[in-house]
């Protein structure tokens, strides 16, 4: 029995043993595993910090010099200017300042040159405006980008901006303006094709409401409209009368694209029909073209009963949740004649 209890003791010493061999293994191994580790995963004090350079330094701009457009041809505000600045990066200038290329006069303007540091270098120059406006007949070329950034192009003497023609008391369109094939919506009244189905299906979805909207008057010619324009001086005086009639050539019924309905009258304003049109037109692609308290910069009145076409894209970005804005604060162009 003694060798027995001999073996049982030596075979208990060798599993501690092995135990034993066996944690070191398994502490080796996750000091290892953990050295990998730590090797391979950068710390915070490995980590590359980048030198910050602090760049006061201001670009440089050379080549300003005064500007004279004359309505002949495009007005190049920046390929004459020399820019450089001492990093690679990109350059960003911008004319600052308000000029109307149909307006003549001198207009002090400001060339802002900026960095990616936003350093900035300002140059004054002086846009001299010298053209012949206000004559509807003169058909005249050019492109220029509003205040707003939007190009404005015109073409023959017609004024666009993102393809939609622009008519009022700063943009006319020539006494020949032909709009084109024409057809007829009601009553003996012609507009574009475009703007039967939206106007007819606005006529349609308001009916179902029970209101009654129709077309009193849409296109006019440059002769229809000077007829017009003529009687209301005769009756009111010229000053009056400009507040809500267009001289001939800077009408939006010339284009087509107009619709005057119901009453045109001060009195079509709060009926239901002229409350329904303020907040629908859009979904059809037209637009309350003058807005209540927007009179000074339409230069016209208030005129609930005079849609303008210009598409549901354009319409809803101009509607505004009823408040009306108008082409000339979206686009960034002025309506004045040129007295």
Same mark, same amino acid.
């Given at each position: 029995m003694?060798? #027995?209890?001999?073996? &049982?003791?030596g075979?208990?010493?060798?599993?501690k043993?092995?135990?034993?061999? =066996?944690?070191?293994?398994?502490?080796?191994?996750?000091? =290892?595993?953990?050295?990998?580790? @730590?090797?391979?995963?950068?710390?915070?004090?490995?980590?590359?910090?980048?030198?910050?350079?602090?760049?006061? %330094? *201001?670009? +440089? =701009?050379?080549?300003?010099? $005064?500007?004279?457009?004359?309505?002949? +041809?495009? =007005?190049?505000?920046?390929?004459?200017?020399?820019?450089?600045?001492?990093?690679?990066?990109? @350059?960003?200038?911008?004319?600052?300042?308000?000029?109307d290329? +149909?307006v003549?006069?001198?207009?002090? @303007?400001?060339?802002?040159?900026? $960095?990616?540091?936003?350093?900035?270098?300002?140059q004054?120059f002086?846009?001299?405006?010298?053209?012949?406006?206000?004559?509807?007949?003169? *058909?005249?070329s !050019?492109k220029?980008?509003?205040?707003?950034?939007? +190009?404005l192009?015109?073409? $023959?003497?017609?004024?666009?901006?993102e393809? /939609?023609?622009?008519?009022?008391?700063?943009?006319?369109?020539?006494?020949?303006?032909?709009?084109?094939? &024409?057809?007829?919506?009601?009553?003996s009244?012609?507009?574009?094709? %475009?703007?039967?189905?939206?106007? *007819?299906?606005?006529?349609?979805?308001?009916?179902?409401? #029970?209101?009654?909207?129709?077309?009193?008057?849409?296109?006019?010619?440059?002769?229809?409209?000077?007829?017009?324009?003529t009687?209301?001086?005769?009756?009111?005086?010229? %000053?009056?009368?400009?507040t !809500?009639?267009?001289?001939?050539?800077?009408?939006?019924? /010339?284009?087509?694209?107009?619709?005057?309905?119901?009453?045109?009258?001060?009195?079509?304003?709060?009926?239901?029909?002229?409350?329904?049109?303020?907040?629908?037109? /859009?979904?059809?692609?037209?637009?309350?073209?003058?807005?209540?308290?927007?009179?000074?910069?339409?230069?016209?009145? !208030?005129?609930?009963?005079? @849609?303008?076409?210009? #598409?549901?894209?354009?319409?809803?970005?101009?509607?505004?949740?009823? $408040?009306w804005?108008?082409m000339?604060?979206?686009? #960034?162009?002025?309506?004045?004649?040129? *007295?």
């Amino acid at each position: 029995m003694p060798n #027995g209890i001999f073996y &049982m003791k030596g075979r208990s010493i060798m599993n501690k043993k092995r135990l034993a061999i =066996l944690i070191i293994g398994v502490v080796l191994f996750l000091i =290892l595993v953990i050295g990998l580790v @730590l090797h391979f995963v950068p710390n915070s004090d490995d980590k590359k910090v980048g030198a910050f350079v602090n760049d006061t %330094e *201001k670009p +440089t =701009l050379n080549g300003v010099q $005064d500007l004279t457009f004359d309505g002949k +041809t495009d =007005l190049d505000f920046y390929s004459h200017l020399q820019m450089s600045d001492n990093s690679n990066e990109k @350059l960003d200038i911008t004319v600052t300042g308000d000029y109307d290329l +149909t307006v003549n006069g001198e207009y002090n @303007l400001l060339y802002v040159l900026k $960095d990616a540091s936003g350093n900035t270098e300002e140059q004054e120059f002086v846009l001299t405006v010298d053209i012949e406006k206000g004559n509807p007949t003169k *058909k005249v070329s !050019y492109k220029t980008v509003t205040p707003k950034g939007y +190009t404005l192009e015109v073409i $023959d003497g017609i004024a666009y901006i993102e393809g /939609h023609i622009i008519v009022n008391k700063s943009y006319s369109i020539p006494k020949d303006y032909n709009p084109g094939k &024409m057809v007829y919506l009601e009553k003996s009244q012609m507009v574009l094709p %475009e703007v039967v189905d939206p106007f *007819k299906q606005l006529v349609s979805d308001s009916s179902q409401l #029970g209101l009654n909207i129709y077309n009193a008057t849409c296109y006019r010619s440059y002769g229809f409209q000077n007829t017009l324009y003529t009687n209301y001086i005769k009756r009111d005086g010229k %000053e009056a009368a400009e507040t !809500y009639s267009a001289r001939p050539g800077y009408s939006e019924h /010339h284009t087509g694209l107009a619709i005057d309905v119901n009453s045109v009258s001060n009195a079509f304003a709060g009926t239901p029909e002229s409350v329904w049109l303020n907040d629908n037109c /859009h979904r059809y692609g037209f637009i309350i073209r003058y807005p209540k308290g927007k009179e000074d910069i339409t230069g016209y009145q !208030y005129e609930p009963w005079h @849609l303008r076409y210009v #598409g549901e894209e354009l319409a809803a970005k101009l509607y505004n949740n009823g $408040d009306w804005i108008t082409m000339e604060e979206y686009f #960034g162009f002025t309506s004045d004649y040129n *007295k």
